[in-house]
């Protein structure tokens, strides 16, 4: 696995394999990775001929400096990891690379709406945060191919408008959540769990299951069931910022005749916010 901590050198790279007629696939990550990131390796490895992964901890996507500062490096056990999962190319950008004026007097990305609801509305400016770097990882990458994971489904919508509206040569392709034999999405934030957290942390999944068979079942006071599944969070231990049902093309408020549906959640427990997902097609 070649390692680059330069711009220059990763385009050089880049240039000759695309050159050569190569299909390049591009893992965007903030390292600490776990079985989920190898799942995200392994589908690139599907997509084409090389894969760049990149382990970049974005500060700007971070709305508490504690949280950013918490933040695991766990580089070498990354690199192996990569290296064994077949990774072609990594890229160690330092923060000065990518923010060159420093990130407050940065040219920023900004998805509007979508970024301001759900997970933006309880953590601002974290999509700002998040369509800009990855806006400037795809300008030094150039794939032809970027993947990444559905737990962040506000995310992956947030970068997919980012890549239509911007014109981004890159197809972005969803994998979707890796769980663990519990149910607990696969996340770098359970290792903030205490044993005692962990054994609670399934519930989460278990109350989103609970609600889609409720809507599958022919469940349609939306306000109701999304009250009850917080209230399950809550004496489960949870802290729930929100539990929602909503479109899954656009995430805009359920109407009645809204058949493709997305129902998300993110709630604390102790010290980790966990966030998960799950679709319900109704058609
Ligand atoms: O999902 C992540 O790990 C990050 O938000 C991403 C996409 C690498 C941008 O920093």
Not at 14 to 41: C, D, K, Q, S
Not at 223 to 244: H, N, P, T, W
Request: net charge negative; aromatic share 8%; proline share 4%.
């Amino acid at each position: 696995m070649l390692c680059f901590n330069t711009i220059h050198d990763t385009r050089q790279q880049l240039y000759a394999w695309r050159m050569a007629g190569e299909r390049i696939v591009f893992v965007p990550t903030m390292g600490n990775l776990h079985r989920g990131h190898l799942r995200l390796v392994e589908h690139a490895r599907q997509q084409g001929q090389r894969v760049v992964v990149s382990i970049f901890v974005n500060p700007m996507q971070f709305n508490d400096k504690d949280d950013f500062a918490a933040y695991p490096n766990t580089l070498e056990q990354d690199s192996v990891k990569l290296q064994a999962v077949g990774v072609d190319a990594l890229f160690l950008p330092s923060v000065e690379m990518i923010y060159p004026d420093g990130h407050q007097n940065n040219c920023d990305v900004i998805v509007p709406g979508l970024s301001d609801i759900l997970c933006g509305a309880h953590r601002p400016g974290h999509f700002v945060g998040v369509a800009t770097v990855v806006a400037k990882l795809f300008n030094i990458v150039q794939a032809d191919v970027a993947v990444f994971g559905e737990k962040d489904f506000q995310q992956l919508m947030v970068i997919r408008r980012m890549v239509n509206a911007l014109c981004f040569p890159v197809e972005v392709k969803g994998v979707p959540t890796e769980r663990e034999s519990d149910g607990l999405a696969m996340s770098s934030r359970n290792g903030y769990l205490s044993a005692e957290e962990r054994q609670r942390a399934p519930l989460l999944y278990k109350v989103l299951e609970q609600v889609k068979s409720q809507l599958k079942s022919g469940g349609d006071d939306i306000s109701a069931i999304e009250a009850q599944a917080q209230q399950v969070l809550q004496d489960g231990g949870f802290r729930a910022e929100y539990f929602s049902v909503r479109s899954a093309q656009d995430l805009a408020l359920v109407e009645a005749n809204t058949q493709d549906l997305v129902i998300v959640a993110a709630a604390w427990l102790g010290k980790a916010r966990l966030i998960d997902n799950i679709r319900l097609n109704l058609g």
